[in-house]
């Protein structure tokens, strides 16, 4: 199933993501005139961010609506809809971004080619994703309530990749990166307000519950938060067990 972003429930509910993200904007370090490359950019704030440095900035997305958004936000950055997985670039860019989008790609062996290839020699790849642990309170939810409510779980619905160090360590020495700094970090994320796991929930899980009709969605979610409700929410917000794996590479 193909992934379908809801680009205006996004920017509403998820722009934590992009708040987030901005301390990676510092660690990437824009120069004046430098050209960056934004992979999975989303609806486009770091983007601008980057921009706003001075740097000539590309941002790309696989989702055709995120990337309409993108340009109506900030309509002086070029933004294109291509997946990852599908970019030709060739020694083209001083340093390549990437935040919270690497661990929705699958094929991330020809993804990392692909950065690696889109570099300029000692360019950097500045990046931050899910990582090993990520959300595991969160899936655990959905496998019970489902289990609960006699609803099959279906393991190649899963969509992410959050991988360890070592897996990902792997997988850039592979193509040819030499690594600076890696780390696995944990970063309980707030979601904000009563419903606010709800929300998560009716954005992120629907290629997992993609079976279920809207009602049986609807008891998902209500069992995840019975479940998860002692743990995980506190003081009138829900908190999501998020694991980062963030990392600098240079192509060599
Ligand atoms: C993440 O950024 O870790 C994430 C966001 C949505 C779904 C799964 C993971």
């Known amino acids: 199933m193909k992934t379908k972003w809801n680009a205006h429930l996004y920017d509403q509910k998820h722009d934590f993501v992009s708040k987030f ?13 430098e050209w960056i490359l934004d992979v999975g950019c989303g609806t486009g704030d770091l983007a601008q961010e980057i921009a706003s440095h001075g740097a000539f900035v590309q941002g790309t997305d696989a989702s055709q609506d995120m990337i309409r958004a993108a340009q109506q936000k900030y309509p002086t950055i070029e933004f294109s809809t ?46 931050e994703m899910g990582g090993h642990g990520n959300i595991a309170s969160i899936v655990g ?3 019970e309530s489902m289990s609960t409510l006699n609803y099959a779980y279906n393991e190649d619905y899963f969509p992410w990749y959050f991988p360890t160090i070592e897996e990902y360590e792997t997988i850039l020495e592979t ?17 904000s307000g009563e419903d606010g796991l709800r929300n998560w929930l009716k954005m992120f899980s629907h290629n ?35 694991c980062r794996l963030r990392f600098v590479a240079t192509k060599i």
């Open 208 to 242: 997992i519950l993609q079976d279920l009709i809207d009602f049986e969605k609807e008891q998902v979610y209500t069992k995840c938060e019975e479940i998860l409700k002692p743990a995980y929410y506190q003081n009138d917000e829900w908190i999501a067990d998020y």
């Open 141 to 143: 939810a959905i496998k």
């Open 21 to 33: 993200g901005e301390s990676l904007v510092e660690v990437l370090a824009p120069q004046e005139n």
């Open 82 to 127: 291509i997946e990852a997985a599908a970019m030709h670039f060739t020694n083209q860019f001083d340093a390549v971004f990437s935040n919270a989008a690497l661990h929705w790609m699958k094929q991330q062996n020809k993804v990392i080619q692909n950065i690696y290839n889109a570099l300029k020699p000692n360019g950097r790849f500045v990046a």
């Open 175 to 191: 193509v040819g990166f030499t690594i600076e700094t890696i780390t696995l970090y944990e970063r309980p994320t707030t979601l």
